[in-house]
DNA sequence: ACGTTGATTTCGTAA
DNA sequence: TTACGAAGTCAACGT
């Protein structure tokens, strides 16, 4: 990894056009070659990058400009990232090696463990039929049958919007013309629901149910299964 | 701006779980006290990070250890990293001061903007009504008037895919339901529509219009506004 | 290789 | 402040 500090003015021009006037910013070159210009303020986003695979190079201005360096750095596509550098202040070159990566935890699959294992805390009338359960046009995260002997399915999201209510209405219509289960109701569990989800969802008579993963997590499991 | 290369170990708890195991990284502070820690792979995102705004705590450990610095980042809610140091190589502070930001240009904004000035580069016969019309679940970005006395809704995108489809659909059938529009036709407009979405859309009876920004950018205004 | 989906998304804008 | 949609999103997973 490549570290500059530096008084750059940058062009980029690819799906679209952006321009950052001469400032001083740090300049990261990682080892597959990516470029990316950071600020000292807002997220983690960069100013501006290029993404790998990507080649710079680098070009002397004339003598008379204020400008020590040049870089063009281009990707496969027509993306081009101009650096133009007036000062270098650092330059300076580190060997990282390969990171052993990252393990996360909690994330949809981990609510959909436990929500299997916990139906009843959508509704107290389910039960688990199957995790996963197939259609034409991909599985539905829950299958549950209710105490009335009706059938439910359950979508679940970390966060609800309007394409989760427009997924889960695709797999009801299916899953209702299958003369095996009869009534198939709708149920969208999330740990957040956006409104418009919300009002949606009422509207195409699909339950929302928000969930907290904490809670679940000091949860017994469901005895009553039907497998 | 401060830089860190150090060896370190990272444990983040918060929306997710997440470990880093012990490996030499660049640690980014910025002078909003966020952290982020990068390593030399992958796109510009941090393998972890905390946003402003945070506060920061260095704790010395037990004497035996390997440790040099224990760093637990907190927010306002319940997130918290911990950044184990084992060895730092270099600690630099520099001063990049406030950037003077950004400027984009050929986004989807200016698109509406230069399409609600010449609707007729759509389909000749179109003219504006009401940009960001309203509708229960959203505005429509163009309304527009047909010459037969028609309503036609554009949906505008810069690149067009299946949602765009379904999203102009769900307003097509909120509008059509409007006694006052009476028929009500649809045009995704966009300056790149992928091949699926132009499929759904003629199957939705949708047309599919690409717009060339430059193009755009030379013609002069529509005159025959209905306003 | 390509498409689909989730994300500690981030970022802007409007209500 | 909140909520919502777009993004040069990025990254993981399946086909």
Redesign the pocket.
Known sequence: MRLLIATCEVH?T???S?HLPMAKRLVMVKSDGSVSIHCDG????PL????APCSISVEQPAVQTTLTQIWTVTNKGS?V?KISFADIESDTQVDLGVDPG?A?DG??KDLQELLAANPSTLRGDLTLVQREYPTAI?PVDLLCRTTAGGYVAVEI???A??DSVE?LTRYLELLRRDPLLGNVEGILAAQMI???ARTLAHDRGIEPVCVDLNELRGLTPDENRLF
């Open positions: 980029y690819g799906r679209l952006a807002g997220a983690y986003k501006n990058w290029m993404g993306d990232l990252l996360k994330v949809e991909g999201k970390r966060r919007e309007i997924q956006r409104p418009q």
